[in-house]
């Protein structure tokens, strides 16, 4: 069983990232939650979805997870003004380890400077970053590009799930 | 007396839409908000500043107005899915008539496509977007090329409206 990274902060989309975590457990990975700092609570925009923090993305490292997840709402936006968090991201995906992003997720890549030359989707607010970006923007529900896998929206949830499980298998 | 749009709908960030409205109203000169829906109320992004939506962005044109506001927070995110505010920002920018901008609003000139070449400034989760699309991105409180005037967020606003009320004059 695989130990899965998700990187969040306040503003998530709250079933971008209790959906997937909820599958990811029951199929019996760990989810370990990384933010800004460890023991902070962080909220959904709904307000109904505490999380708490498990790690502070400055004292973690690539090599004690064997993939990403990156939900999407206001989430990425408050954590592509943190370095570490920028870093942190731009590592995985040079690592080749799966790196599952979804509706906002790819404003931290773009930040990461890691799109260039990705086939990549994405929430429709961002459809032009994406592609200033130099990445390809696909308009499916679930793109997987090497070891990049995206999604559009919660709309995509299901088929985002099923096919982030399939690779982890 | 000059006639000022601002381009507004919900999760404004709600100093940058307030303070420098209050500050046209009180030199003078009118200011129309534009939106989704006519009539429909927005909120800010504290929940406090309920917006009346004075005209659709679908039934305007860039001939009614003198210059354009747009205030960031994470409104210019929810517009930019929008074909018709996006045509009405072009339409402005390209019209040489001021337009404001601050904080996320340059997000809405980058799905307009008006950015390359120009020298602007916005919020710090989006200076990879403002360089990708092709614009200086300067680190500066206020930044005035030709008819676009920027600024970085809330601790600007002073300055922000200063510029903004000398260009008016």
Redesign the interface.
């Known amino acids: 069983m695989l130990t899965v990274a998700a990187i969040v902060t306040n503003l998530f989309e709250d079933s971008e990232f209790i959906d997937p975590a909820e599958a990811l457990k029951k199929t019996g990975h760990t989810v370990v939650t990384v933010g800004i700092r460890e023991g902070e609570v962080v909220w959904g925009k709904t307000d109904n979805s505490p999380v708490k923090i498990d790690r502070a993305v400055d004292s973690v490292s690539v090599d004690e997870f064997d993939a990403l997840l990156i939900p999407g709402g206001?989430s990425p936006?408050?954590l592509?003004?943190f370095d570490e968090a920028v870093e942190f991201v731009r590592a995985f995906v040079t690592s080749g380890k799966p790196v599952f992003v979804i509706c906002?997720g790819p404003?931290l890549l773009?930040?990461a400077?890691v799109l260039e030359g990705r086939r990549i989707t994405g929430y429709?607010?961002i459809?032009?970053?994406i592609k200033?970006?130099?990445a390809e923007y696909v308009d499916e529900e679930v793109v997987v590009d090497g070891n990049l896998v995206s999604s559009r929206g919660p709309a995509d949830l299901p088929a985002f799930i099923r096919t982030m499980l399939e690779i982890l298998e």
Do not use: C, E, L, P
């Open positions: 206001y936006d408050k592509r003004v906002h404003q773009i930040t400077r429709a607010s459809v032009q970053d200033n970006a130099g």
